[in-house]
């Protein structure tokens, strides 16, 4: 079946840095991506949809210069954390539609990113 | 705005018990219903779904039925296994215009069943 893969898994990085975070679509193409976090025992919040050649959209309160998502190919989307910080440790998930109906998605791994 | 509540977990269960996990969801116009299971290690997958009331959901012995007039989707298992130990969410689906829908998600259940 359709898989989507994230790497990496997870990611320790120090303040102030930033850290890119990949989502592909491994034997399907996908125009539409989707970024999730997670909290610890919290819900998946939907932060942003990315769109193939063109620009992403994001969820209300969600900083679009601070987490850059690029949406390069049709299996590749990457999501940049830029200037971490500690509140930005968080579990990352992007999901990718199967199809046009794109309620029915696939989705990644997940990426457990820690800032210090 | 859009919203859906489960039972908090987690839930412990011996094998062959009876499962419910309850879902109930805030939405405006007629939003799709689905369960998630998300397996250790691995990305949520899509467990089962129903797009329009009285429509019942069912895959790998689970069960949920769409019911508007109480606007709930509880999730339920005549007998559960060891490899139904996961976490589970319970999503809704709204269309945001072209083909573009969103997904809100409760916060999840884990669900641990012992031998």
């Known amino acids: 079946g359709a898989v989507v893969s994230q790497h990496p898994s997870w990611v320790i990085c120090k303040s102030g840095t930033s850290v890119k975070i990949e989502c592909r679509s491994l034997?399907?193409?996908?125009?539409?991506m989707f970024w999730y976090r997670q909290f610890p025992k919290q819900s998946l919040m939907l932060m942003a949809t990315?769109?193939?050649?063109?620009?992403?959209?994001?969820e209300q309160g969600v900083e679009k210069d601070k987490f850059l998502i690029n949406h390069a190919s049709l299996t590749l989307s990457t999501l940049t954390v830029t200037s971490a910080h500690p509140e930005d440790s968080s579990f990352y998930i992007c999901?990718?539609?199967?199809?046009?109906?794109?309620?029915?998605?696939?989705f990644g791994p997940g990426t457990r990113l820690t800032v210090t | 705005g859009n919203s859906v509540t489960q039972m908090e977990g987690p839930v412990t269960l011996s094998e062959e018990a009876f499962l419910t996990i309850n879902c109930t969801y805030t939405?405006?116009?007629?939003?799709?219903l689905f369960w998630y299971v998300q397996y250790p290690g691995e990305g949520l997958q899509l467990l089962l779904k129903?797009?329009?009331?009285?429509d019942k959901g069912s895959n790998k012995g689970f069960e949920a039925t769409y019911r508007k007039e109480t606007t709930s989707f509880h999730l339920e298992k005549g007998s559960v296994q060891v490899s139904d130990s996961a976490v589970y969410f319970c999503?809704?689906?709204?269309?945001?215009?072209?083909?573009?829908?969103?997904?809100?998600f409760g916060k999840g259940t884990l669900l641990t069943v012992n031998p």
């Open positions: 999901s990718a539609p199967k199809n046009r109906a794109n309620y029915e998605q696939y």
């Open positions: 034997d399907f193409q996908a125009t539409t």
């Open positions: 990315s769109n193939e050649g063109s620009k992403a959209t994001y």
């Open positions: 939405a405006t116009g007629y939003p799709s």
């Open positions: 129903a797009t329009k009331a009285d």
């Open positions: 999503a809704l689906s709204t269309f945001r215009g072209g083909s573009n829908y969103k997904l809100t």
